[in-house]
């Protein structure tokens, strides 16, 4: 950091706008790292660019505002510097780093604001009451106001606190010397000249000694320096009379002027003085009176004139030797013991210590014998304030040790014996709850040690013997399950290796051998299905390792043989193969492809590990032609024929743009490589077409910007570093507002998370400590904060009421985490939510409810996985889709209805792809067309022949094709358009007489417009409106005299606005909400 001069030069900064950079990686050190290399450049428009580049979410935001001020400060655009800080002091952004208050305090200061900058010097001296530095700019300010007496006591206090602090020095005995105090002066800036020779203000201070005592420094004193003590009357005497400027006087260096000669004379009556109480005798006198009883006054009188080297330098370099020699033997060896000594405050008990210093500031305070420090002492902080409590015994730790924050908050407490780690060590967390107990001997873990979470509750337990793990390793959930069990034996893993999910069902086992599987290794889906297993002999799998999907069909085995891999094979849904790949001698010789018939398509030969050539497989060439990889044009195609990937290798290995296709020849993914590896800007896209994500790669690694899209927009924003989220993120609303942000470390989210309404206002504050939510601040429409949520240590039963009242939660927490039953309730008892969670996770029956009052959606969870059917309802409570799942993924019949509770579609999936023919109802139910489909990918449809029956069976090209089916009297029963996979056009059913039933409009298959259904009396039953899928503006529901039933504004697919209900066509109850949030309710 650089040091704050009193004077501040202040300069602008503007805002840069450039394309974006995906490639960029944000690390905060190396950001603030970057720009203070500029700074140190003078470069400071470059170094403001680096600067503002760390995020308001960024912990280290508040450092890189602080460097911004500087660098302002160092253009001098005084205008801007002063609109900077204040800014940051009306946002109380200072006293999260008061060191902030130094700067604009010294600002005012300088730009003679005194009483403003009095106001900031006071309010930061709350933060900052031992900083060396800021006190000294305090102190000034006093200079400037003209009130030196305050400026006196100030430099005091620094001076006490730290004696290194040279310009503390320099300015009290400058302060002594104009109110005629020519002792005390003599004193303080010897004691300056000693710390600091060739220091900023060294040729001022030898300026000032070497002016005639007696016929300078004449001025009355008015100030107090000292209450008691220090009486200099017999020297001051000597000195006005100017006795040690007479030839007869006999000085002890070979250069003779006016300063040698008054400071020998003050030196040689220290050593004669009677030290009594006062500030000066005290401070000064002891190492003074030490220099000169050990004979080093000759080597102080050359020494303290280095920064005349330009001036006197033959003759400084003529004593040379008996500069290093005062150095070595007294400087560095003897000077800190009287110099440093003090008698202060020690935990509540004044006692004479040593300030001992560490990179020129304080570091430990407390009593030394033959310089080793002994008992208590105190351990600073870069503030000057208390870091620690630390116990010694001749000059080794020995004892209980104590840690502190910069808040003051204990940290870590530990004990040792004779400088060695021995008994507890116990860490704690910003909250107060301990981290981690452990248990040393000789510096190495020996006993039980034991992690927490931060919020309460064990989180792990093993022993250890000597440094080594030893025994049972046993870890639990927040919520006190069991989480794993595993045996060690001298450091080793040796026995049973359990995983249990939060209900407590076994997801993975196996049992080790000196630190090798051995037998049977299983890992489960929820403790009975199989989701992986293998056989293993001495820590090497031994023949299959199998992989189970949720359905318990294969998804991918690999073979082994003496412990290396031959054989590889993936599988679709279907059971056929997707991809093979085979190996010798653990090296991969062929990768071949496989489309959901079975159809082998291509395959790569490689040799040596590099890719070698090709065969590109078809129908109609089924012995495959052989394809060069060493061109740079490379291309795959299906077993039809189509292009599935295109791009070109070099010496076998890829290089340049990658593009790879759907089926339906819609991009998927476009990538960049590099001998091989992925490198730069990589695109993904939906099966409509739609862009999905888009990132960086670095060495096949993600780094850097990584964008996720919902159509056109992004909707969330992360950054990477070397594969892992580490920075600021954001995720949008759909009007690309901002909708959460928050800061990411090692992809967990860290510090505060905030949560924004739609019109931008603050909705709820969470502070997350070691990635577990600690705290939760909520506010109301007007910003006004409604609870503070503390999560430490809450178990029980509990009720939080929101937004003044208009709606209520109950929840059941154990150790701070969501452990029970869950509701929500309106203030008219209406119910909301009604949930149940696990450790923090929804399980078993979840149910929502509309602002009618009637259920909207059930679902079933399974420890946080959606498990068995959801049932979605429309917002007056008619069933409207129900789907199945397995552990999170879709698994069975998908089936939309219609108000009148018939069927309107139905369909399949498997593993989340749809499969077998999806058939159109109309409302009477009578089946309309059907749709086949292979893994996604439609491939026939069947429509209505002229007699109604539904066989006439038509191919879908390139999965694109009008849909259109009749009834036999000619008017259409359903009508849409599939181009390439995704539904683009009108979609309409009508009944047998041609009216319609269901009509709607897709965008690549995403709701766009209006969505109306009808009753079977042909009126309207609601009139939906979406934007790319995405509930957005009234939605309207009828009853089926025309009469309205509810009307729900949403916005971004949230409830936002009136949901109106009514009942026999009157309005009877008005509920607001803001941002899917109840705020009051209207009868």
């Not at 006692?351 to 030394?368: A, D, F, H, L, M």
């Not at 849904?573 to 991969?588: R, T």
């Not at 009421?801 to 209520?808: I, L, R, T, V």
């Not at 897709?1002 to 042909?1018: C, F, H, M």
Request: glycine fraction near 8%; proline fraction near 2%; charge should be neutral.
């Amino acid at each position: 950091m650089r040091k704050i001069l009193l004077v501040f030069f202040l300069v602008s900064f503007s805002k840069n706008y450039a394309q974006i950079d995906y490639a960029y990686v944000y690390n905060n050190d190396s950001i603030i790292k970057k720009g203070v290399n500029f700074y140190d450049a003078e470069k400071y428009d470059e170094a403001l660019k680096e600067f503002h580049k760390i995020s308001k979410l960024d912990p280290k935001y508040l450092n890189a505002q602080y460097e911004i001020a500087l660098t302002l400060s160092a253009q001098d655009k005084k205008t801007e510097l002063k609109t900077f800080l204040e800014d940051l002091y009306k946002r109380g952004k200072m006293e999260k780093n008061p060191e902030l208050y130094k700067l604009y305090a010294i600002f005012l200061s300088n730009e003679k604001e005194y009483d403003l900058s009095e106001k900031i010097f006071t309010e930061g001296e709350k933060y900052l009451p031992n900083s060396s530095t800021f006190l000294y700019n305090f102190a000034v300010l006093y200079v400037r106001k003209k009130e030196p007496q305050k400026a006196v006591d100030i430099l005091k206090r620094i001076i006490t606190n730290n004696p290194n602090h040279a310009s503390s020095h320099y300015l009290l005995g400058s302060i002594a010397f104009e109110n005629g105090k020519i002792t005390e002066g003599t004193l303080a800036l010897m004691s300056y000249l000693i710390i600091a020779p060739t220091g900023q203000f060294a040729s001022e201070a030898v300026v000032q000694l070497n002016a005639n005592y007696g016929q300078n420094y004449l001025t009355e004193n008015k100030l107090v320096f000292s209450k008691s003590g220090d009486n200099f009357e017999e020297i001051e005497t000597i000195l006005r009379n100017q006795l040690p400027l007479k030839k007869v006087y006999k000085i002890k260096s070979s250069i003779d002027d006016v300063l040698t000669r008054q400071v020998q004379a003050v030196a040689e009556y220290t050593a004669e003085h009677k030290i009594g109480d006062g500030f000066f005798e005290t401070t000064y006198m002891p190492w003074v009176k030490q220099m000169v009883e050990k004979n080093q006054l000759e080597g102080y009188s050359y020494y303290s004139l280095l920064s005349l080297e330009d001036k006197i330098g033959k003759e400084l370099n003529k004593q040379k030797k008996k500069i290093t020699s005062f150095i070595d033997d007294y400087v560095t060896k003897d000077l800190w013991s009287a110099f440093g000594k003090r008698k202060l405050d020690l935990f509540g008990k004044e006692e004479e210590v040593i300030v001992s210093i560490r990179n020129e500031r304080p570091y430990i305070i407390g009593k030394q014998t033959n310089g080793e420090f002994q008992g208590k002492c105190k351990y600073l902080n870069v503030y000057g304030n208390l870091n620690g409590e630390l116990n010694f015994i001749d000059g080794n730790l020995d004892g209980l040790q104590k840690y502190y924050d910069e808040d003051g908050k204990l940290t870590e407490e530990k004990y040792f014996t004779a400088g060695k780690l021995n008994g507890k060590r116990t860490t704690y967390y910003e909250n107060g709850n301990i981290s981690l107990t452990e248990i040393y001997k000789d510096d190495k873990l020996n006993g039980i040690c034991t992690s927490y979470f931060p919020n309460g509750g064990k989180n792990c337990e093993i022993n250890f013997t000597n440094g080594e793990r030893d025994g049972n390793l046993i870890c639990l959930y927040e919520a006190g399950t069991k989480k794993n069990e595993i045996d060690y034996t001298s450091g080793k893993l040796s026995g049973k290796y359990n995983i249990y999910n939060e209900i407590g069902a076994l997801t993975e086992t196996y049992n080790c051998v000196n630190d090798k599987i051995e037998g049977n290794y299983v890992e489960y889906f929820d403790g009975k299905t199989v989701k992986a297993e293998a056989v293993y002999k001495n820590g090497l799998v031994e023949g299959s390792y199998k992989f189970y999907n949720v359905n318990k069909g294969l998804e991918k085995e690999n073979i082994y043989a003496l412990g290396e891999i031959v054989k590889s094979t993936d599988y679709f849904e279907n059971g056929k193969k997707s991809y093979e790949s085979l190996y010798n001698k653990g090296e991969i010789e062929t990768y071949s492809f496989f489309d959901i018939y079975g159809n082998k398509y291509f395959e790569e030969k490689y040799k040596s590990g590099e890719l070698k050539s090709g065969l590109q497989f078809s129908a109609n060439d089924t012995k495959g032609v052989p394809v060069n990889v060493t061109k740079k044009s490379f291309e795959l195609k299906n077993f039809d024929g189509t292009l599935r990937i295109k791009g070109a290798f070099e010496k076998g290995k890829k290089t340049g743009e990658w593009n790879y296709l759907y089926a339906s020849g819609i991009p998927r993914l476009k990538e960049f490589y590099i001998s091989g590896k992925t490198n730069g800007i990589s695109t993904n896209y939906n099966m409509n077409g739609d862009l999905s994500s888009k990132n960086n790669f670095t060495n096949d690694t993600i780094n850097g910007r990584y964008e996720v899209y919902d159509g056109d927009k992004v909707s969330q924003l992360f950054n990477y570093e070397k594969g892992e989220q580490n920075g600021p993120y954001q995720t949008f609303y759909s009007d690309g507002a901002v909708s959460t942000e928050g800061y990411m470390v090692e992809s967990d989210i860290e510090f505060d998370k905030f949560t924004y309404s739609q019109n931008g206002s603050i909705s709820n504050i969470e502070h997350y400590i070691s990635s577990y939510l600690s705290n939760r601040k909520t506010f109301d429409l007007k910003g006004k904060q409604e609870n503070d949520i503390d999560f430490k240590n809450k178990t029980g039963k509990f009720t939080f009421s929101f937004q003044n009242g208009a709606y209520s939660k109950n929840y059941e927490l154990k150790n701070g985490i969501l452990n029970g039953k869950f509701s929500s309730y309106d203030k008219s008892k209406t119910a909301i939510v009604e949930a149940e969670y696990i450790n923090g996770k929804l399980h078993n029956s979840y149910k929502e409810y509309s602002p009618v009052g009637s259920i909207l959606i059930e679902k079933n969870y399974y420890c946080g996985k959606l498990n068995g059917l959801t049932k979605y309802y429309d917002y007056v409570g008619n069933l409207r889709l129900t789907e199945e799942h397995n552990f999170g993924v879709e698994n069975g019949k998908t089936i939309r209805y219609y108000n009148n509770k018939s069927k309107m579609i139905e369909y399949n999936q498997i593993n989340g792809a749809i499969v077998g023919e999806t058939t159109y109802f109309n409302q009477k139910g009578e089946p309309i067309v059907i749709i086949g489909y292979d893994n996604n990918v439609a491939t026939y449809f069947i429509r209505k022949n002229k007699t109604g029956e539904l066989n006439e069976k038509v191919n879908i090209e390139n999965q694109t094709a009008e849909i259109l089916s009749s009834y036999p009297n000619g008017k259409i029963a359903i009508q849409f358009k599939l181009d390439k996979g995704s539904i683009n056009s009108r979609f309409i059913i009508n009944n047998i007489e041609g009216k319609l039933e269901y009509e709607c409009t897709y965008r690549n298959s995403s709701l766009e417009g209006e969505r109306i259904e009808y009753y079977t009396n042909g009126k309207p039953f609601k009139k939906e409106n979406f934007i790319n899928n995405s509930f957005e503006g009234k939605q309207q529901y009828f009853k089926q005299d025309g009469q309205l039933w509810a009307e729900i504004s949403l916005k971004s697919d949230e409830l936002h606005g009136n949901a109106l209900i009514y009942n026999a066509g009157k309005l009877v109850e008005t509920k607001k909400y803001d941002s899917d949030e109840l705020v009051d309710i209207i009868k």
